[in-house]
């Protein structure tokens, strides 16, 4: 059973930081890159980064210099986000992606921007 679970979201002030987790199982991690996307109310879900088994990463402009992703030998990956913005404000969902049919999403965690 494959399950992606997503930890770390929560209500932040403007400027402020958060680190959100997603821990991995029934998958072979090292085979799959991992991102992050986010959906906002009312908008398409948007990739915000994402990392390859190999470690190459990609972030979406409206971040960089902001998020950091990460990912670790023990089945979990990360989103270090920082400097945060009321545009951040979303659901994020952790996906796992390798061929076409070994695509997975979690349930997602909400992340919330607001003073």
């Known amino acids: 059973q494959v399950q992606l679970v997503e930890s770390g979201g929560g209500l932040v002030q403007p400027g402020g930081s958060l680190r959100l987790s997603c821990a991995v199982s029934?998958?072979?991690?090292?085979?799959?890159?991992m991102g992050w996307y986010r959906q906002a109310p009312g908008k398409e879900r948007e990739l915000v980064a994402d990392?390859?088994?190999?470690?190459?990463t990609y972030y979406a402009d409206s971040v960089k210099g902001r998020f950091t992703i990460s990912r670790d030998t023990k089945n979990t990956v990360y989103l270090q986000m920082s400097s945060l913005k009321p545009d951040d404000t979303a659901v994020y969902y952790c996906?796992?992606?390798?061929?076409?049919?070994?695509?997975?999403w979690g349930q997602g965690t909400q992340v919330t921007v607001s003073s």
């Open positions: 996906n796992a992606a390798w061929t076409s049919s070994s695509v997975f």
């Open positions: 029934g998958i072979i991690f090292n085979q799959h890159t």
């Open positions: 990392i390859t088994p190999s470690g190459r």
